[in-house]
């Protein structure tokens, strides 16, 4: 008899002991967009002005064009929570400040030797080790700090995935017209109803199971 656990992100039943595999997905995919995301932020840290792409104002070429505060305030210094005091920076914790601690503390727990401090070295880390951290059960606060992370750069740097509706192609637990597909994403089919998920042979099987149906419905 399988035992079902409570996830403790989602809070839904799993047959996994702390995390589902849906949750484990999402970090994992959250985790993946990192290093990507990082190279995007430092490439948006000038202002955008109208005029040449140089940075500087078409009306002051002796002027360079400001940073831009908020991409300035998620690369700057790592304080490892939210500062707030104005002569310093503001806003949400810095980038490299959530995966240094967060790579910290596995490598401490774990007693790995350790690792370097570029984003791509510490989300291998991170990667690597997310079984273990699925375990966890702190790993509830770990999947909200990449989360709050990635959503931040990516409203940052205007790569927030689009969503789209697959409309004629109804769920295959829930039967609801609700499937909707991610762009980027990592799932063919995302259902918002009941959080089904479909890789891209599961869809294009479903696709082609629901297609019949319908030819043989019109005989």
């Known amino acids: ?18 995390t589902c595999e849906w949750c484990q997905s999402r970090i994992r995919g959250a985790l993946a967009q990192l290093p990507e995301q990082y190279v995007y932020l430092t490439m948006s840290r000038q202002r955008v002005q109208g005029g040449g792409g140089d940075g500087r104002s078409p009306k002051a070429l ?5 940073g831009r505060d908020d991409v300035l305030n998620l690369l700057g210094p790592s304080a490892r929570q939210s500062v707030t005091d104005a002569r310093d920076q503001t806003g949400p914790v810095p980038f490299l400040a959530v995966l240094e601690s967060w790579t910290e503390a596995v490598t401490e727990e774990r007693r790995l030797k350790p690792t370097g401090k570029s984003v791509t070295a510490m989300t ?8 273990w951290i699925c ?6 606060d770990f999947f909200e700090e990449i989360r709050e992370l ?8 205007m ?31 995302e259902c918002e109803m009941c959080h089904v998920k479909l890789n891209d042979r599961e869809y294009a099987l479903l696709v082609q199971t629901q297609a019949k149906a319908l030819e043989g419905n019109k005989t």
């Open 62 to 66: 002796h002027a360079p064009v400001p």
């Open 1 to 18: 008899m399988t035992v079902l656990h409570e996830c403790l992100i989602c809070q839904r039943p799993s047959e996994w002991s702390k």
């Open 150 to 157: 990635l959503t931040t750069a990516q409203r940052i740097t």
């Open 124 to 131: 291998a880390r991170l990667t690597g080790h997310l079984t």
């Open 159 to 189: 790569t927030q995935p689009r969503k789209e509706l697959l409309r004629g192609v109804t769920c295959p637990t829930c039967q609801g017209l609700t499937l909707v597909r991610n762009v980027p994403g990592d799932w063919a089919a």
């Open 135 to 140: 375990e966890q059960p702190w790993v509830a």
